[in-house]
């Protein structure tokens, strides 16, 4: 498979497939999954900066927003 400049080929980790036959192996699964660290994970924190960006951009744009309402209604009122 040819790549793009610059671009890497993401390889993910073989999945087993999951035995669940009873309720101590629900609670294993369960008890693995709680342990796992999300946060070191490359793609949790591409989501986690995309989502902070667009926060922040909101932020913004709501600011020149109001800034701009303001400043459009003394215009008006001046006349």
Not at 17 to 44: C, G, Q, T
Not at 60 to 76: A, N, P, T
Request: aromatic share 8%.
């Amino acid at each position: 498979m040819e790549l793009a400049h610059g671009q890497t080929e993401r390889r993910s980790k073989p999945r087993q497939p999951i035995d669940i036959h009873s309720l101590e192996d629900a609670h294993k699964l369960v008890e693995e999954i709680a342990r796992r660290d999300v946060a070191k994970d490359p793609r949790v924190k591409a989501w986690r900066l995309a989502k902070q960006s667009t926060w922040l951009l909101l932020l913004v744009g709501g600011f020149l927003l109001f800034y701009l309402v303001s400043v459009i209604y003394e215009v008006i009122t001046l006349v």
